[in-house]
């Protein structure tokens, strides 16, 4: 498939032509079907954020600032207090809909730094600055998930042999569905597609990522449907598959990064990382900068989102697969402990321990502050 047309079927998340409202690839329904839809009520949002038809931490995030400049576009006031005041419970439910991604809150404490710094204008200029903010909130994170794939991409190269395929292992969908282009943990394969690497290059093994399959519906479609190598098998076959030597390296997202590097990725990450510490695979995490929480010390003190137990124990089948009324613990992610981290690959450069140290060196500062 020519790549331009790959990723102009695949993106992920943008304003409608009019821009009153944000379109969106709905998530929940590939690889079944593909089809966008519209959303322009705050309720839609949110709904689409929490169902997961829009997900991957800086997708949230760039879904929620064009769906919060939308429908800031239609509060109805010349008066900058009553408007600021509707755009501020605006603001507020969208950060109610899901609680570890960072990008979520980081994008929209940006636009609300935004029109606080424009106060002074009219309420209608100040709504088109609202609208180009989202919209360069979705192209930066295009140009930061393009500079993570080029450090990822070196990291491949490296391993490349005469005549072998490089075995790549990754979980859940950190790929250009989870951006809003080339992902962050897929974005060093697409690279290598763009410099040259044949599709046979790299063979990248996909964790199914139970219960929501993120890794057998997304990632494995994306990366079928680019030509490049890959293989699907279930989270809990990455043992065998790492002990038979044909993993190379990992590259895996995140939704949030402590200040001390512990990181918050979908459940099952960290147990991947034990394995990969156990066989000795470097293990990355790619992280765009405005993942890396400051103000979250350690990975303790990020809050878990806890789902819905019928994701376990009904959704993906015909009939019910356990007792109705057994209790069902269904955390969305897990913490990687930061020593169990080779490198944390930002837009700005391969940071290793000690993170925080690195972070700081790299300028980076990012928060909820």
């Known amino acids: 498939m020519n790549m331009d047309d790959f990723f102009d079927r695949l993106l992920t ?3 409608t032509d009019d821009r009153t409202g944000v379109d969106i690839i709905d998530q929940t329904l590939i690889p079944v079907e593909m089809k966008r839809i519209v959303l322009k009520t705050k309720e839609e949002v949110w709904e689409a954020i929490k169902k997961l038809r829009v997900r991957g931490a800086p997708a949230i995030g760039v879904a929620a600032a064009c769906g919060l400049a939308a429908i800031a576009r239609r509060i109805e006031t010349a008066d900058y207090d009553e408007f600021y005041k509707e755009f501020k419970k605006i603001k507020d439910y969208l950060a109610s809909s899901r609680p570890t991604a960072v990008n979520l809150f980081w994008a929209l404490n940006r636009m609300d730094d935004v029109a606080v710094k424009n106060k002074g204008k009219c309420v209608e200029e100040i709504k088109n600055i609202l609208l180009d903010e989202a919209e360069l909130i979705r192209t930066e994170d295009i140009a930061i998930s ?6 990822g991409f070196g990291l491949i ?13 990754t979980h859940c969908n950190a790929g250009t569905l989870a951006t809003a282009k080339y992902g962050t943990a897929t974005a060093p394969m697409y690279i290598a597609l763009e410099h040259g690497f044949k599709g046979d290059d790299m063979h990248v093994y996909c964790d199914e990522t139970r219960p ?5 519906r997304l990632t494995s479609f994306e990366l079928h449907n680019a ?4 293989t699907l098998q279930c989270d809990n076959m990455a043992s065998i598959l790492m002990k038979s030597g044909k993993i190379d390296i990992i590259f895996v997202g995140c ?20 394995l990969a510490k156990h066989y000795g695979i470097p293990f990355y995490v790619c992280a765009p900068s405005s993942t890396i929480d400051m103000n979250t010390l350690t990975g303790k003190d990020i809050p878990i989102e806890q789902r819905d137990g019928e994701e376990i124990t009904e959704m993906w ?16 992610f897990d913490v990687t402990d930061n020593e169990l981290i080779t490198g944390i690959i930002t837009e700005k450069g391969l940071c290793k321990a000690p993170y925080d140290k690195a972070f700081k060196e790299l300028g980076i500062g990012g928060g909820l502050c």
């Open 255 to 274: 939704d949030r990064v402590a200040a001390n590097g512990d990181a918050a990725n979908k459940i099952g990450t960290s147990g991947v990382a034990i």
């Open 212 to 216: 929501l399959l993120q890794g057998a």
């Open 13 to 15: 998340v943008r304003f």
């Open 227 to 230: 030509g490049i190598k890959t």
């Open 157 to 169: 190269k490296e391993l490349k042999k005469e005549g072998s395929e490089v075995g790549i292992l």
């Open 146 to 151: 393009r500079n993570i794939g080029e450090i």
């Open 317 to 332: 089948y015909k009939a019910r697969m356990a007792p109705v009324g057994v209790d069902v613990y269904n955390p969305a």
